[in-house]
């Protein structure tokens, strides 16, 4: 008799700079699991630097690369052609600007930045491991850039395929894979198209995607900062009147400690795995 295969959850960790969402990766580490964790920003090591390789892997794809010599052919361009005409050009230098297929090797065969040791293919991992992908602001940056290359301006039909590659990437990482699916978001305040109203959401491009983005998510959790009687407090929020948040695995309740520990319990409660 063939076992049934467990899909962990797929978790969204959405909130301002400084609301500990890189930070509470390392909790992840605490409660068991082997983290995989591929960063498109800089500084990550700061937090997570001290953790051992054998338990936490990374690879760190810069979203962006430019130089001043980019940014002075970017100026001549702009100085030389009228805004219509930028707007209609193919692409600026795409050649230059691959991470973002890069990112996709990566998950086809996660190789860690310190060991180099190779893993293979996110999609053969159980719910032992994570992939966590910090940040949605970084692919942002990886899958316009794919397209655009170093172009200022973008047509919508290149905004569509922006919008379709990520899309398609976050759906991937949801569905096809049975590892925790862990993604970081910065918040936007954006029009609901759905409802009309103004609500904070995971930052993208274009409005059409940002509802898109957590509909396959399990848990989509507003992460919180303030500063109380001296201390920085940071919490985790499945209730707000903010953001569009939602959970399977913890309370709904508001100052949370920003913990996996409580949802990775709960959800091995419910589907009873050790």
């Known amino acids: 008799q063939q076992t049934a295969v467990i899909q962990a959850p797929n978790v969204c960790l959405m909130g301002e700079i400084g609301s500990g969402k890189t930070h509470s990766i390392r909790t992840l580490v605490a409660n068991g699991i082997e983290v995989f964790y591929i960063a498109t920003e800089p500084g990550f090591q700061e937090m997570l630097g001290d953790l051992p390789p054998e338990k936490l892997h990374w690879h760190y794809i810069e979203s962006y690369q430019s130089n001043m010599a980019t940014l002075m ?3 001549k361009t702009l100085n030389q052609f009228t805004t219509d005409n930028i707007q209609k050009m193919a692409g600026i230098n ?3 600007h691959q991470q973002f297929y890069e990112l996709l090797g990566s998950c086809n065969d996660f190789v860690d930045d310190r060991t180099g040791q190779h893993f ?3 999609s053969t991992w159980d719910h032992t491991r994570a992939l966590v992908v910090d940040s949605l602001s970084g692919l942002n940056n990886m899958a316009i850039r794919l397209i655009t290359g170093d172009k200022i301006f973008t047509n919508y039909p290149e905004m569509m395929a922006v919008q379709g590659l990520l899309e ?5 990482c949801c569905t096809s894979t049975n590892c925790w699916f862990v993604l970081t978001a910065h918040l936007e305040r954006e029009v609901n198209p759905n409802t009309g109203g103004s609500e904070l959401m995971v930052s993208t491009l274009g409005r059409a995607l940002a509802p898109k983005i957590p509909r396959l998510f399990s848990d989509v959790i507003h992460c919180k900062a303030k500063f109380d009687n001296g ?7 499945t209730v707000s009147s903010e ?4 959970t399977r695995n913890l ?3 508001q100052d949370l400690a920003p913990d996996f520990g409580p949802l990775i319990a709960n959800w091995k409660k419910k589907v009873g795995v050790e």
């Open 251 to 253: 309370p709904e309740a």
């Open 243 to 246: 953001a569009k948040v939602k």
């Open 94 to 96: 795409k050649q230059n």
């Open 168 to 172: 398609q990437f976050v759906n991937t």
């Open 73 to 75: 052919n970017t100026a």
């Open 231 to 237: 201390k920085m407090i940071r919490t985790w929020n």
């Open 120 to 122: 293979g293919d996110v």
